[in-house]
């Protein structure tokens, strides 16, 4: 059953709620741009209590719920960017996730060398990390299935002083997860500025418009 008219789909403008029968009533614009102030102040602006003001200190230290909800953030920006008709991402779970995360560094999308892969197998001969093309892939596999199943990485872990961004160890990825939660929103708003310019064939305006249809039905 469609949800209900009544129910608050996000914010207006001024902060007064609104609805899915407001939603339903709008044009594609506006339909986007709701959908924009939900993501805003529902997931960019809670999850951001987990991380660093503009001063660079720690609001609160939390490093792994910081890291958690980041890939909750970028699954869910994979299923609306990615998640309908787009050759990046099949509206497979991984697909839309690994889409999102190979963009948050040039480096998450390149072949994983020999002597990493080589590495990964010998620590995790019980794993498949034959999955793993690259980083992106290590970080679906490796952090985000085990940090939000069990609240623990395998070949995936925090650091806040090895590396101010991220790098490979000995048979594992260290992840710095205030740079993980900034990489994250950089790329939130590119692709929201992207769709706002082009017109319903492009793919990432495309997948998001039916994202939205989705919830409505």
Request: glycine share 6%.
């Amino acid at each position: 059953m469609p949800i209900p008219d009544e129910v608050v789909f996000g914010p207006n403008p001024d902060g007064t709620p609104f609805l899915y029968k407001d939603l339903r009533a709008a044009n594609e614009d506006d339909r986007i741009a709701a959908l924009r102030r939900r993501l805003d102040q529902w997931l960019i602006g809670q999850i951001d209590e987990l991380g660093m003001d503009s001063a660079q200190k720690k609001k609160v230290y939390s490093p792994f719920p910081l890291a958690t909800m980041t890939c909750v953030a970028i699954e869910t920006l994979g299923q609306v960017m990615y998640g309908a008709r787009n050759r990046e991402g099949e509206n497979r779970q991984k697909d839309c996730f690994v889409a999102v995360a190979r963009a948050l560094d040039k480096n998450f999308s390149r072949q994983l060398n020999t002597t990493i892969k080589t590495q990964l197998e010998t620590r995790w001969k019980d794993k498949e990390v034959s999955k793993c093309s690259n980083a992106a892939d290590l970080l679906y596999h490796f952090f985000r299935n085990s940090m939000i199943h069990a609240y623990r990485g395998h070949a995936v872990y925090l650091t806040e002083t090895d590396t101010q961004t991220w790098m490979f160890g000995d048979g594992c990825m260290l992840l710095n997860p205030y740079w993980f939660w900034e990489a994250y929103k950089i790329r939130y708003q590119e692709l929201f500025d992207e769709i706002a310019l082009v017109n319903s064939r492009n793919p990432r305006r495309f997948s998001c418009i039916a994202y939205i249809d989705g919830l409505l039905k």
